[in-house]
């Protein structure tokens, strides 16, 4: 495992390095975490949501180094399925009541352990799945419970770079982040 990190990083603790490094899946929940929360409604009723574009890179980065990503969310709508769809995320559950039973379905289906997964979320109703990842990530403005059952914290809030940093991280810690920073001309 190559532990040598940009200068962007915090040095995390070798646990969640290690943690990181056995990362098959990033699961994500939406609201809070790939957005700010904010559901903003237009005048015909239609919903619409902030995306931050360096998650969006990140996410492709992950894809691209064979690394599944899948999205958690309880709420459905047309925004977060277009973007999913944009970015190519293959495995999209929406209106999910009980994230926990999705995350064991979706982790049979992809033939993986829970060690092999991490899991990030920003609130009660994702604190069942956060408790059974093998690398569980939330971001700074989460619900306390989260904070407590975390293994990593990101600087950044949800919507605003929170799961770039959990990609770069994933990234880091399978040693092929720095391959993908020379290859943009980052020395």
Same mark, same amino acid.
Not at 7 to 18: E, G, K, N, Y
Not at 128 to 141: C, D, H, I, K, M
Not at 150 to 155: F, N
């Given at each position: 495992m190559d532990t040598s990190l940009p200068?962007?990083?915090?040095?995390?603790?070798?646990? %969640? +390095?290690?943690r990181a490094a056995r990362v098959r899946l990033l699961a994500l929940d939406v609201d809070g975490v790939l957005t700010d929360g904010t559901i903003?409604?237009?005048d015909s009723g239609e919903s619409l949501k902030p995306f931050n574009i360096l998650d969006g890179?990140? +996410?492709r980065l992950l894809l691209g180094a064979g690394i599944a990503v899948a999205l958690i969310t309880a709420r459905d709508s047309n925004p977060l399925r277009r973007r999913a769809a944009d970015l190519g995320i293959?495995? %999209?559950h929406t209106a999910v009541n009980d994230k926990l039973a999705t995350w064991k379905g979706l982790l049979a289906d992809l033939q993986l352990d829970p060690t092999h997964a991490a899991f990030m979320g920003d609130d009660l109703i994702d604190l069942? %799945? +956060?408790?059974?990842?093998?690398?569980?990530?939330? %971001?700074?403005?989460a619900h306390p419970a989260l904070q407590v059952?975390?293994?990593?914290?990101?600087?950044?809030e949800g919507g605003g770079g929170a799961v770039r940093e959990a990609c770069e991280l994933i990234l880091a810690a399978q040693g092929s982040l720095q391959a993908i920073l020379e290859r943009y001309g980052h020395a």
């Open positions: 200068v962007m990083f915090r040095r995390p603790s070798d646990d %969640v +390095l290690a903003w409604y237009g890179l990140g +996410l293959p495995h %999209v069942p %799945v +956060l408790r059974q990842a093998g690398l569980a990530l939330t %971001v700074p403005n059952h975390a293994h990593w914290c990101a600087e950044r």
